[in-house]
């Protein structure tokens, strides 16, 4: 068993540092030589083992060659990692979000995510359409970013089938039944999550709403867990930034909320029906929308 006390941030940042070297062609050895580090260091640097200071990541990125552009986030990085008291905030970029960045990068590298959504298909389970409708519903977006979300929420997907890592989904009936598009988005949004539901490393559970109105299911959460460093938590706020829950005491309520979820949600069996039966639903209600226009 790996040390725990690698933080998600110098994990973060660690692995973007490696990938940047690996794209401008340097081993390891060579990278230690050129800055004057052992080549552990290096080593510990990439794999977030070493919390380093803005001056080795600007010394790290100027070996490389690394242009302004794409040399300022990972500093930014290094700065809200090296100062996060076991929280920190991301704020949201204009296509590709930084937290949206660090999203990817911990769905990618957790062995156990549990989510939870009370009004949305999750993005990881969303069709193009849905998403899509959703991404365009934000009035500032132009047609290039419209093109660009759906496209990385698509690809963000590819995750489902990483071996090594297992999804849990927790969504509230609520979610399932909020029209988004038209019944027919929605009949084949559920027809994707019945699809979904039968693959091995992903279940899909539906809170129903006939638990009422329990005050700890009010706001969607992602809670990712690691074979060898501590649990993390996503807090995701539409309008400004995302929250990044670290610290074992901020992270331990939502631990509990997902044995909680885990008592009163449908089995994944039960689910499975209930998502093919609200597919089936909206087909009808497609169907007779269909027949209205015909008719007019």
């Known amino acids: 068993m790996g040390r725990k006390s690698a933080s998600a941030g110098y994990r973060e940042l660690g692995a973007e540092m490696r990938r940047l070297r690996v794209a401008a062609g340097f081993t390891g050895r060579q990278v230690a030589s050129r800055t004057g580090w052992d080549p552990t260091k290096v080593s510990r640097v990439e794999t977030g083992q070493i919390h380093i200071d803005i001056?080795?990541?600007?010394?790290?990125?100027?070996?490389?060659?690394?242009?302004?552009?794409?040399?300022?986030?990972?500093?930014t990085l290094c700065r809200q990692a090296k100062g996060n008291s076991g929280f920190w905030l991301s704020d949201h970029g204009?296509?590709?979000?930084?937290?949206?960045?660090?999203?990817?990068?911990?769905?990618?590298?957790?062995?156990?995510?549990?989510?939870?959504?009370?009004?949305?298909?999750?993005?990881?389970?969303?069709?193009?359409?849905?998403?899509h409708k959703l991404i365009s519903s934000e009035a500032?977006?132009?047609?290039?970013?419209?093109?660009?979300?759906?496209?990385?929420?698509?690809?963000?997907q590819e995750v489902l089938?990483?071996?090594?890592?297992?999804?849990?989904?927790?969504?509230?009936?609520?979610?399932?039944?909020?029209?988004?598009?038209?019944?027919?988005?929605?009949?084949?949004?559920?027809?994707?999550?019945?699809?979904?539901?039968?693959?091995?490393?992903?279940?899909?559970?539906?809170v129903p709403a006939s638990v009422g109105a329990d005050p700890a299911l009010c706001g969607a959460f992602k809670l990712f867990e690691f074979e060898e460093h501590e649990p993390l938590v996503y807090l995701n706020n539409f309008i400004a930034t995302s929250f990044w829950l670290e610290e074992s005491d901020y992270v331990a309520p939502y631990r509990d909320l997902v044995a909680h979820l885990a008592k009163i949600a449908k089995s994944v069996e039960e689910s499975r029906s209930?998502?093919?039966?609200?597919?089936?639903?909206?087909?009808?209600?497609?169907?007779?929308?269909?027949?209205?226009m015909e008719e007019e």
């Open 161 to 206: 089938g990483r071996q090594g890592g297992h999804f849990v989904f927790y969504i509230h009936e609520n979610a399932l039944r909020a029209m988004v598009g038209g019944p027919d988005i929605m009949h084949e949004q559920m027809l994707a999550l019945a699809f979904h539901s039968s693959t091995p490393n992903v279940e899909i559970r539906v």
């Open 274 to 292: 209930f998502v093919a039966a609200l597919a089936d639903e909206y087909d009808r209600g497609s169907t007779h929308a269909l027949h209205r």
């Open 55 to 75: 001056s080795d990541v600007t010394w790290y990125l100027g070996v490389l060659r690394v242009p302004y552009e794409q040399a300022v986030p990972l500093i």
């Open 140 to 156: 500032t977006r132009t047609k290039a970013d419209i093109e660009a979300g759906v496209q990385i929420r698509l690809e963000r």
């Open 94 to 131: 204009a296509q590709l979000p930084d937290a949206l960045s660090s999203l990817i990068y911990h769905e990618s590298t957790s062995t156990l995510s549990s989510c939870y959504e009370s009004q949305l298909v999750p993005g990881l389970l969303q069709i193009d359409r849905y998403a």
